[in-house]
């Protein structure tokens, strides 16, 4: 049963436009939410986070929201680069033992 | 470079064998983290270890085993294998266990069952 689901699994975006990468959840009982971004042959690299008590938490070009009642989170990526082309996963925490990711979507930044 | 290592990077063996798979955390950090990438899937998470101690338990196989040394770092162990069990196994490490608490990937080891 997929908890944490992210439906596109692919974005194309011009350089210096936003990005929009979404993901939707079913268990209310998360408590953080978090993104992480993969560059093939690595491991994925932690990139942003919110509680479950926000509803938007901001770093440089990065800002992730959370809608709690439509149990969505997005992350913003603006302005997009061509080095932010990897793919990202949305992951969310039960209480910091269990952690749930989503498949990922692949963000292509076109120069 | 996370600080975590991952070895061996690359395993291929067949149905029915046993493997261990080693992870080296980030020096300090007290949480293991096993994860599992099948093709097209999301990361698994499989199970934590927090000093030495099983903290949480995710989509573990019974087949599969896990542990963490005094030394602190930690093994996988994949046994009576099956051709699904072909994945990338990730180890994260984080200083504490909590939701909060950052955790740092290795590079992963990419098993292959034939």
């Known amino acids: 049963d997929q908890q944490v689901k992210q439906n596109s699994p692919s974005l194309s975006v011009q350089e210096g436009r936003i990005s929009i990468l979404n993901c939707d959840y079913t268990?209310?009982?998360?408590?953080?939410f978090l993104w992480y971004k993969k560059y093939p042959a690595e491991g994925p690299t932690f990139l942003i986070s919110?509680?479950?008590?926000?509803d938007k938490n901001e770093d440089g070009r990065f800002t992730v929201f959370l809608n709690k009642s439509a149990k969505h989170l997005s992350l913003h990526i603006v302005p997009s680069q061509p080095g932010d082309s990897a793919v990202y996963f949305c992951?969310?925490?039960?209480?910091?033992?269990?952690?749930?990711f989503g498949t990922g979507t692949s963000l292509t930044v076109i120069p | 470079d996370s600080g975590v290592t991952q070895t061996p990077k690359h395993l291929i063996t067949a149905t029915g064998q046993r493997v261990t798979l080693r992870c080296s955390p980030r020096?300090?950090?007290?949480?293991v983290y096993w994860y599992q990438q099948s093709l097209d899937q999301g990361l698994q998470f499989l199970i934590q270890?927090?000093?030495?101690?099983?903290?949480a338990k995710g989509n573990i196989l019974e087949r599969f085993s896990a542990q963490q040394f005094p030394d602190l770092h930690s093994e996988l162990n994949l046994s009576s294998l099956e051709l699904g069990d072909s994945a990338l196994y990730f180890c994260?490490?984080?200083?504490?266990?909590?939701?909060?608490?950052?955790?740092?990937f290795g590079p992963g080891t990419r098993l292959t069952v034939l």
């Open positions: 992951a969310a925490s039960l209480t910091g033992n269990q952690f749930y």
């Open positions: 268990n209310s009982m998360f408590d953080y």
């Open positions: 919110i509680s479950s008590i926000k």
């Open positions: 020096s300090g950090d007290l949480s």
């Open positions: 270890y927090y000093n030495g101690e099983e903290r």
């Open positions: 994260a490490s984080s200083f504490r266990t909590g939701s909060a608490d950052t955790q740092y």
